[in-house]
């Protein structure tokens, strides 16, 4: 059996980041757009609360127009459930 030219310690730490990684994604929910504030808006959740959020990276890199009334995706921060980031328009 060939050798990796990293050494075992690589994988495990590659193994850790990535689960660390799924636990940092949060909750993915949906909701509508309620108001915009330059980079911020008010989502209100399909479950009931108002969250404020931001454009994903990705939504803004494709330069995608968020306008009210739009139907979005989001992740909620795990440390603070009244933030998030909008993952997607629906």
Same mark, same amino acid.
Request: include cysteine; glycine fraction near 8%.
């Given at each position: 059996? *060939?050798?990796? #030219?990293?050494?075992?310690?690589?994988?495990?730490?590659?193994?850790?980041?990535?689960?660390?990684?799924?636990?940092?994604?949060? /909750?993915?929910?949906?909701?509508? /757009?309620?108001?915009?504030?330059?980079?911020?808006?008010?989502?209100?959740?399909?479950?009931? #609360?108002?969250?404020? *959020?931001?454009?994903?990276?990705?939504?803004?890199? *494709?330069? /995608?127009?968020?306008?009210?009334?739009?139907?979005?995706?989001?992740?909620?921060?795990?440390?603070? #459930?009244?933030?998030?980031?909008?993952?997607?328009?629906?």
């Amino acid at each position: 059996m *060939a050798k990796s #030219p990293f050494g075992m310690s690589a994988l495990k730490t590659s193994i850790k980041r990535n689960d660390r990684q799924e636990q940092m994604k949060g /909750v993915e929910t949906t909701g509508t /757009v309620i108001a915009v504030h330059r980079n911020r808006y008010d989502v209100r959740l399909d479950v009931g #609360p108002i969250v404020s *959020a931001t454009e994903s990276g990705r939504l803004r890199k *494709a330069r /995608v127009w968020l306008t009210l009334g739009d139907a979005v995706q989001l992740q909620l921060c795990m440390y603070d #459930p009244t933030q998030g980031r909008i993952t997607r328009r629906l």
